[in-house]
């Protein structure tokens, strides 16, 4: 582990804490060379599973990427860091428990839409335009009319 702002390897931990219904810990930390202050996490690594992309190219599963589609989903909504954390892991949860060696992209993205309709039904339409390409307001319309049955 190195400083993000001066590079020094000469850090200690000043507080540790295992996040609540995660498998990460927190470790707020200090560089011992100019005295930044910054946060960690630590997680358990999850086993390797390919995602098959719609084109049929193979990567493999990256929790950040599932991390990045919810935060633009939930921007400016009433969600902490910590609230959008906990989101995710439950997704990568699933993803993990279900899905041995690979899982399809678009399963990706109905865990994703299942989760943010159960949150926030404002960011679960963000998501849903993207995920399915709305070119139209009628299909925001369409969306939301099934969204409110």
């Not at 990567?59 to 989903?73: C, D, N, P, W, Y």
């Not at 989760?115 to 995920?131: C, E, G, N, P, Q």
Request: proline share 3%.
């Amino acid at each position: 582990m190195i400083c993000p702002k001066c590079s020094s390897d000469e850090l200690k931990v000043n507080e540790s804490r295992d996040l609540e219904s995660s498998n990460a810990i927190r470790r707020r930390r200090e560089c011992l060379s100019c005295a930044n202050r910054f946060t960690t996490y630590e997680r358990i690594e999850t086993p390797r599973i390919n995602v098959i992309k719609r084109d049929g190219t193979i990567e493999t599963f990256l929790r950040e990427k599932i991390q990045s589609g919810v935060e633009k989903a939930l921007i400016n909504r009433p969600f902490l860091e910590s609230d959008i954390d906990l989101i995710v892991d439950d997704i990568e949860r699933i993803v993990v428990e279900n899905y041995n060696k690979e899982i399809e992209s678009r399963q990706i993205g109905k865990i994703v839409m299942r989760k943010l309709k159960d949150v926030d039904k404002v960011a679960y339409l963000r998501f849903v335009s993207v995920y399915k390409k709305f070119e139209e307001p009628e299909q925001f319309a369409k969306e939301l009319e099934i969204l409110n049955k």
